[in-house]
């Protein structure tokens, strides 16, 4: 390693976060803008390379400030959190090339600064969650993601003043989740003395019948359920993402709720242990049920949804229904699910989320009876839409089939009235995706085009993004040796080396 | 071309041209495309091609035996008559999505492993759909709507099958796999689905009559073919479909006795040939799964050939009611002809197409010694030839005269059915051609004295009867020849026999489909209930309810938790 790619660790952080007050001093829209599109491009650069190292010469410890872990805070990139890297800088730069057009449409001129430095900063809490192993710095993370998403689901007051009850809701619930993520960490603390990840695993086993740990379980479950929006408490998530600006809903479709699927992952499999979590505090007793009426209700939901944004917003608590029950089943193959599905779900509901933006820049609105005819009024965005729609269901050769095809393999495996339950839950519920996708088809194909609508295109700025997203999910669904490859050689090691 | 190409994909890229085309360079694209794909399949020859590892699942994307080339090779042919039929249609979405329509069957009847076979299945499946909307009429959406959603789930059933077989056995290739538990019977019904098994049936007739003139053509010779040709590679021999092939045969007669709507008496005629085919399957042995596939063959040919004529009638008329129709042989003689060659390709004349396959099927059931199928496929036959055989052509252009005038049929389509009356003559007349393509070494003749004799006493009756007809055409008074002339088809008691069961069948199915409804409608009204827009589940509940929950849901993790606590803990 050169001098400077053995920094990167600690670049990924850290150049986001510094940068965000710059881009908060700047008013104008292209600056700011553009100094976000570069960072963020560089941590998806610089993420690349760690993830090629982590394969090449396995995890990277990364000693910050040079103090030697458990004293100091240590940066640990492995399979999973380079994984997770990627993704989270990948999307993010993605919708940032897309923003341009639509947030300069949605968010006032002079909010512009302001809202590319929380941006920033709501990035740099997801990657600096991702890449710390210290359990302590991952709540302070956790603030920085959610207060700067506050502010940004809020700045879609411009065009809804909705935004603003939205955001506070999801300000106070999410700061209960923080809360008890926080009580439980500190729980551990007590117990072990220690906030270092790894360290707490390696004392794990001397203290894990302890009655602070079995609180601080329930704690850091319960706090991280909220804020992966996993049903039933999701409240906050459908009114956030219906109101934040469109860039907005996309970026976090993508990565925030994933982003709590991570944590939840690590305090399962990697502190907590398989054994433990499974064997002990039978997880899957909780989980299962709650991932299955997840998956069945918030689709239902979703079919007599008015609003685009709403209704995908539905689906994506659904889909978290999935990616929660790929953990429940508490099997390698059931794990793999799980990555594979935040990996492909992600750039699936961005690049809708893209589109739907797309929608709003020429209709004006996001509701189902002002987009009649919109097939024909925008057929390439619409027929992006009609593609990423099959993802969401998991059509064939879209990676939505991918994730339920292991899915569905978990869930044989699990075996018995159970295992063979979920195989057909899981049928229905695609039959569910169906329908409401098809609600909005139906409208944009076979609705008559409203008078004066006018036939346009959104910019060719905006087009292309999506258009990256849809392609890149196709791509996925093919060749699946980068999204099944490494979910695969995850699982394996979170399943085994617990 | 590429090496190994599925010969579908010619017809499914080939499809992406068509919009890019118009008048008669696509015209040529139209006509081209299905010549290509027949000249792919027999320059590939037989063998495997295109293996690919996906998932770690082995697929193949070509396989070309000879039970997939016969299916294959007809399919060919049906594509080129139904395009030359359709070539009058101006619409850009019906060509391009026929192309589709019919690429993915081809398609899936080359597919070596059922992962391919599923998507190829589901395209047939969505791409279909379009051919029913296009008539852009209200009934034809709903109808198309119920298609779609029978479709798609056969098709989720299908992969249901297909990974509970994988789990099972390890291979996803496509071959026999016989009913043997959970998944091969999910496989089955799925299957069943597509091939209409009795009470999986409906959509067939819901919405094949109310697709296009040219999308009804299109619609009947894929769809449910690629389920027989399925049912024939995966489950020859299995003894369930005997019965159920028994049923197919037998109860849709009573339905198109009844039935105003001619291209619905077709479709449900299709439903009683396809019985047919399903009982060669199931019997299994060389003969009768020969007598599948030539079956298959001479049936889209004659099937295809009495829905092409109807379709006529229809384009010309716009109406397709018995009740309204008659007399019309005068305006459009060589539509009749065409007609009639399908009917009496249909009943099983001799030197005809429907005389040489069926045949192989009765041989089959015979030989085995299966006396009661046997009967049943008789009695069939009967009442193949009183409603596809007399019915159809008989109210169209004999009957009362309607005073209906109307030009011929236009020149695209009158080829399009000599291209198929062609096939329904010369299948018959020259069985040895069919018989090289088929599957088994064929050791059949179907021209010997017992055959044509039993087949003709069948079919004397309805002869002299269809003579007499003529003969009271002729001398008119029109009310008495009527009259007449229905006492005579059906003869008193058969008919009211016919309508009698008509009706308890179709009572106790109401009464079956009330009580599902009912239960359905329950259903659904719960969830709007609960789930509809500002209902229960979809409210946004104040931020202090939500907390609410939230402490509830902790404080009962943590005492779920604390059980953990009772158990000796290891230290």
Redesign the interface.
């Known amino acids: 390693m050169t001098a400077l790619s053995s920094q990167f660790p600690i670049i990924v952080a850290i150049v986001p976060l510094l940068a965000a007050p710059i881009c908060a001093l700047f008013r104008g829209t292209t600056l700011p803008w553009a100094i976000t599109t570069i960072i963020s491009g560089i941590t998806f650069y610089v993420s690349i390379q760690l993830m090629i190292a982590v394969i090449q010469g396995g995890p990277i410890s990364y000693e910050l400030g040079g103090w030697a872990p458990p004293w100091g805070i240590e940066y640990v990139v492995d399979l999973l959190s380079g994984f997770m890297l990627i993704l989270i800088s990948a999307i993010s730069t993605g919708v940032l090339l897309f923003s341009r057009e639509s947030i300069t449409r949605e968010v006032p001129d002079h909010q512009l600064g302001l809202f590319f430095a929380a941006y920033l900063l709501a990035l740099t809490g997801m990657l600096g969650i991702c890449i710390t192993g210290d359990a302590f710095n991952v709540f302070v993370f956790l603030e920085i993601m959610s207060l700067s998403s506050y502010a940004l689901i809020a700045m879609g007051a411009n065009e809804d003043r909705r935004a603003l009850t939205a955001a506070f809701q999801y300000l106070i619930i999410g700061t209960v989740g923080a809360s008890f993520y926080l009580i439980g960490v500190g729980l551990i603390y007590m117990m072990t003395g220690t906030l270092n990840i790894a360290d707490i695993a390696a004392r794990f086993p001397e203290i894990e019948g302890a009655r602070p740990i079995l609180a601080a379980a329930g704690f850091i479950v319960i706090g991280l359920a909220i804020k992966l929006a996993l049903f039933p408490f999701h409240v906050w998530l459908p009114n956030s993402y219906t109101y934040a600006p469109s860039i907005i809903t996309a970026f976090f479709a993508g990565t925030a709720t994933k982003v709590g699927v991570y944590l939840l992952i690590r305090f399962i499999f990697t502190v907590f242990g398989v054994n433990y979590s499974f064997g002990g505090l039978e997880l899957t007793d909780i989980l299962l049920p709650l991932a299955v009426l997840g998956f069945l209700s918030m689709s239902v939901v979703a079919i007599y949804q008015t609003n685009i944004k709403r209704l995908l917003a539905y689906s994506s608590v659904a889909q978290l229904g999935y990616i929660i029950l790929g953990i429940a089943l508490a099997s390698e193959s059931g794990l793999m699910a799980t990555i594979v599905h935040i990996f492909n779900h992600a750039i699936v509901k961005s690049g809708l989320f893209l589109s739907v933006g797309c929608m709003f820049y020429v209709a004006g609105s996001v509701y189902l009876k002002d987009l009649h005819g919109i097939g024909r009024r925008m057929p390439v965005t619409t027929f992006g839409f009609v593609l990423g729609g099959l993802g969401l269901i998991g059509v064939p050769l879209t990676p939505g089939f991918i994730s339920k095809w292991y899915l569905v393999v978990a869930s044989i495996e699990h075996g018995g009235v159970i295992g063979y339950g979920l195989v057909a839950l899981l049928m229905v519920s695609s039959l569910l995706a169906v329908i409401y996708i098809w609600r909005v088809v139906e409208v944009a194909y076979f609705r008559d085009i409203p008078e004066g609508a006018e036939k346009k295109e959104a910019p060719l700025s905006m087009l292309v993004p999506t258009w990256l997203f849809i392609a890149a999910s196709f791509y996925f669904g093919i060749e699946t040796t980068f999204n099944v490859g490494i979910a695969k050689a995850t699982a394996a090691f979170l399943m085994g080396g617990s | 071309m590429i090496e190994g190409l599925n010969p579908g994909f010619i017809l499914i890229f080939g499809a992406l041209l068509v919009p890019l085309t118009s008048g008669i360079v696509r015209s040529i694209l139209l006509l081209t495309l299905p010549v290509l794909a027949l000249v792919q399949i027999y320059t590939l020859g037989l063998g495997t091609w295109g293996h690919y590892d ?2 770690g699942l082995s697929i193949e994307l070509t396989r070309i035996d000879p039970l997939a080339r016969i299916f294959g090779t007809v399919f060919c042919l049906a594509a080129f008559m139904g395009m030359i039929y359709a070539l009058h249609v101006k619409d850009t979405v019906q060509h391009f999505v026929a192309l589709i329509y019919i690429g993915s069957a081809i398609g899936a009847v080359f597919a070596g492993d059922m ?1 391919t076979l ?2 190829f299945w ?1 395209l047939t499946a969505i791409s279909s759909v379009f051919l029913i909307w296009a008539s852009r009429t209200e009934r034809a ?1 709903k109808a198309g709507m119920r298609y779609l959603i029978i479709q ?2 056969s098709g ?2 299908l ?2 099958g297909i ?2 077989y994988y ?1 099972e056995t390890g291979s996803i290739a496509f071959n026999y796999i016989g009913l043997t538990g ?1 998944a091969s019977g999910l496989i089955l019904v799925a299957f069943g689905i597509k091939s209409a098994f009795p009470f999986l049936h409906n959509w067939m007739q819901d919405a094949y009559p109310e697709a296009t003139v040219t999308g009804t053509v299109i619609l009947s010779a894929f769809t449910t073919k690629l389920a027989i040709y399925t049912l024939a590679r995966a489950f020859p021999g299995t003894d369930i479909l005997i019965p159920i092939g028994g049923a197919m045969t037998v109860f849709p007669i009573f339905y198109a006795v009844l039935e105003n709507d001619l291209r619905r008496v077709l479709a449900y005629s299709l439903n009683n040939q396809l019985g047919y085919m399903v009982i060669g399957v199931g019997i299994g042995t060389e003969l009768s799964i020969n007598g599948t596939a030539a079956h298959a063959f001479a049936h889209i040919m004659y099937k295809s050939l009495l829905f092409m004529s109807m379709g006529a009638v229809l384009f010309r008329t716009g109406t397709i009611k018995a009740s309204e129709l008659g007399g019309l042989y005068k305006s459009m003689p060589v539509t009749m002809v065409f007609c009639i060659i399908g009917a009496v390709s249909i009943a099983g004349f001799p030197l005809t197409g429907g005389f040489v396959s069926k045949a192989m099927i009765q041989s089959a059931a015979a030989d085995g010694g299966m006396i009661a199928i046997w009967l049943v496929m008789l009695f069939a036959s009967a009442g193949v030839m009183d409603h596809s055989g007399i019915k159809v052509p008989f109210f169209t252009f004999f009957a009362h005269d309607s005073g209906i005038r109307v030009k011929e049929a236009p020149v695209n389509m009158l080829v399009a059915m000599g291209f198929a009356a062609f096939f329904c003559i010369g299948i018959g007349v020259f069985p040895d051609l069919l018989y090289q393509l088929l599957p088994y070494e064929p050791t059949y003749h179907p021209y010997t004295a017992g055959h044509v004799i039993t087949s003709l006493q069948l079919l004397l009756f309805a002869v002299l009867a269809f003579a007499l007809l003529m003969r009271y055409k002729v001398y008119p008074p029109e009310l008495r020849s009527t009259n007449l002339d229905f006492d005579w088809f059906y003869r008193v008691p058969l008919k009211r026999l016919a309508l009698a069961a008509g009706r308890l069948i179709a009572t106790v199915w109401a009464w079956l489909l009330g009580i599902g409804r009912g239960i359905v409608a329950g259903i659904i009204e719960k ?2 209930n609960t ?3 500002g ?1 229960v ?2 409210r ?2 104040a ?1 202090s309810t ?2 609410m ?2 402490v509830a ?2 404080g009962f ?2 005492v ?3 059980r ?2 009772q158990q000796p ?3």
């Open positions: 996906f998932l992962i599923f998507v589901e959406y798609v789930s989720v059933i992969l249901g990974i509970l789990q959970l969830t709007v789930h509809g827009d209902k589940m979809a946004t509940t931020s939500a907390v929950i939230i849901a902790l993790v943590v779920f938790f604390y953990f606590l803990v290891p230290m």
